[in-house]
């Protein structure tokens, strides 16, 4: 019988191409999931009954443990960017780590990855990257031959970093952003993936991953590429880190007194984050470890982002138009 990976928050962005990739290696796919009707589409990733949702939600021990049942493998894929409810940066990130991570080792689980991101760190001012860590190190207190992965901003088709940033371009003609000589190595999301499916089937040797592109530029520098491949002109604000850390704090607050009908666009962790560059650190494992030669923005970039076009997908055929001569 093929094996079984359990894959924790299998629809989300990174978790659908590893999900992709498993059942294309032969594997049976269990998506662990909070809300499994709204994830069918991943049974289209396999065979019939190949790639299967399952209800489950990281908070709640009894759902992770029947998630695990007869695994062979598991990848953590769940995180947040923004804290909302009961889904805390500690819950998630931390305390539901711990928590796959030991019932993984009670139920035999053979092999765990685990997404982390670049930037975790014990002792970091930012309770996203304080819990990023914390959630690493519970991973190897149970698992110590598991793969952790840390990727710098995620780039592809469902991204919520250009796409974003593209939306808002088509609204006002300035673009306001935080951090703008911050350094980024953005990475295309089927890397992570490649790297992940590495990882779950014992190619991959254990330990700590830092996976960057072949690209590194600053903020400024990735909004400048965006708006280039989506052919508009934008004035780019760099908001500074103290007024963008008072209007963070404006919209928490809005958030909280709308109990969550306001959703804060930027919260004073997130500006905590922006002032420290995220790029792959001197001497750190990476694609080369693993063998992979990770796409460039250039390459992929276009693939998506012209539907932000003033003439979407039409735009080139209306640039080629006016160049003719009559």
């Known amino acids: 019988m093929s094996k079984l990976v359990t894959i924790f928050g299998g629809s989300g962005f990174v978790g659908r191409y590893i999900a992709r990739r498993m059942a294309r290696d032969g594997w049976r796919v269990r998506v662990a999931t909070r809300e499994p009707d709204e994830c069918l589409f991943v049974r289209t990733y396999g065979e019939v009954g ?3 949702p399952v209800p489950c939600n990281i908070r709640h021990e009894a759902s992770v443990k029947a998630a695990l049942h007869t695994a062979d493998a598991v990848i953590n894929c769940v995180g947040v960017l923004a804290e ?3 889904n805390t940066f500690d819950a998630i990130q931390l305390e539901g780590a711990e928590r796959i991570a030991r019932l993984a080792k009670a139920e035999g689980v053979e092999r765990m990855v685990h997404i982390s991101a670049i930037g975790a760190s014990s002792d970091s001012d930012s309770d996203y990257a304080r819990t990023k860590a914390g959630g690493e190190a519970a991973v190897l207190r149970h698992m110590p031959e598991a793969v952790i992965l840390r990727p710098s901003v995620i780039f592809g088709p469902e991204d919520e970093f250009f796409n974003r940033f593209a939306a808002m371009s088509r609204l006002t003609p300035v673009l306001s952003i935080v951090g703008a000589d911050t350094k980024f190595q ?5 890397d992570v993936a490649k790297a992940a499916v590495l990882g779950a089937t014992g190619a991959a040797e254990p330990g700590i991953y830092e996976l960057g592109g072949p690209d590194v530029d600053t903020f400024r520098e990735l909004m400048q590429t965006m708006l280039k491949v989506i052919r508009r002109r934008r004035l780019i604000f760099n908001m500074p880190f103290g007024q963008a ?6 919209f928490g607050l809005a958030e909280k007194v709308s109990f969550g009908l306001i959703e804060a666009p930027l ?7 922006l002032a420290r560059n995220n790029v792959v650190s001197d001497g750190a494992k990476g694609f080369a470890d693993l063998g992979i030669t990770p796409m460039s923005m250039e390459a992929v970039l276009p693939e998506y982002l012209w ?3 003033a003439g979407g997908q039409y735009a080139g055929l209306a640039e080629s138009a006016r160049n003719l001569k009559v």
């Open 245 to 250: 850390k008072l209007m963070a704090r404006a």
């Open 267 to 273: 919260t004073v962790d997130q500006v905590t984050n």
């Open 50 to 52: 190949q790639v299967e």
């Open 307 to 309: 539907r932000f076009r």
């Open 186 to 190: 953005p990475v295309y999301v089927d």
């Open 84 to 86: 909302s409810g009961k």
